[in-house]
């Protein structure tokens, strides 16, 4: 593989950084680096800032699914709360209520969590590709949007 001069400039961060920001044209930031405008247009095609962005993306989601891991986690606790209030409020069909949303809630957490853990562990220690689980993020979205819904 032929040597790109632009992934070995020192000022490569920056250079890439421009390029993902969008607000330059390749031709703005060959010049704003004095950088040759055919070598920055072959990084940008041969894909050698994809890789990194591929990363940082794989990062984003990880954080966020972890994120929803703890929202989750809250939605539980606040659920054994209500359970406890709706149990010494004497009023059965309260407490039954509550049961009612729980056992969905707890079925649309098991499914939210199954996804992520996959998810999470195929975007561990090495961003390892995440293309096979190309379903996963459909499915979250649909149980995530259903959440803020659950009202007693
Ligand atoms: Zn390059």
Same mark, same amino acid.
């Given at each position: /593989?032929?040597?790109?001069?632009?992934?070995?400039?020192p &000022?490569r961060?920056?250079?890439?950084?421009?390029?993902v920001?969008?607000t330059?044209s $390749?031709r703005?930031i060959?010049s704003?680096? +004095?950088?040759? #405008?055919?070598?920055?247009?072959r990084h940008v095609?041969?894909?050698?800032i &994809?890789? !990194?962005i591929? !990363?940082?993306?794989?990062?984003?989601?990880k954080?966020?699914a972890?994120d929803?891991? +703890?929202?989750?986690q809250?939605?539980?606790?606040?659920f054994?709360?209500m359970a406890?209030?709706?149990k010494?409020?004497g009023d059965p069909?309260?407490e039954? !209520?509550? #049961?009612q949303v729980?056992s969905?809630?707890?079925e /649309?957490e098991g499914?939210a969590l199954?996804?992520f &853990?996959?998810k999470v562990?195929? +975007?561990?220690k090495?961003?390892?590709? $995440?293309? =096979?689980q $190309?379903?996963?993020p459909e499915?979250?979205k649909k149980?995530? =949007?259903?959440?803020?819904?659950?009202?007693?």
């Amino acid at each position: /593989m032929a040597k790109c001069s632009i992934c070995q400039h020192p &000022k490569r961060k920056e250079i890439d950084k421009a390029l993902v920001s969008g607000t330059a044209s $390749i031709r703005n930031i060959a010049s704003q680096f +004095t950088i040759s #405008y055919d070598a920055l247009f072959r990084h940008v095609k041969n894909g050698h800032i &994809k890789a !990194k962005i591929e !990363k940082a993306a794989v990062a984003q989601e990880k954080a966020e699914a972890e994120d929803f891991l +703890t929202h989750l986690q809250n939605k539980k606790i606040r659920f054994n709360e209500m359970a406890k209030e709706a149990k010494d409020s004497g009023d059965p069909h309260l407490e039954l !209520k509550v #049961y009612q949303v729980e056992s969905k809630f707890v079925e /649309m957490e098991g499914k939210a969590l199954g996804a992520f &853990k996959e998810k999470v562990e195929h +975007t561990g220690k090495n961003g390892a590709p $995440i293309e =096979h689980q $190309i379903n996963v993020p459909e499915e979250v979205k649909k149980v995530a =949007h259903l959440l803020p819904n659950v009202k007693l």
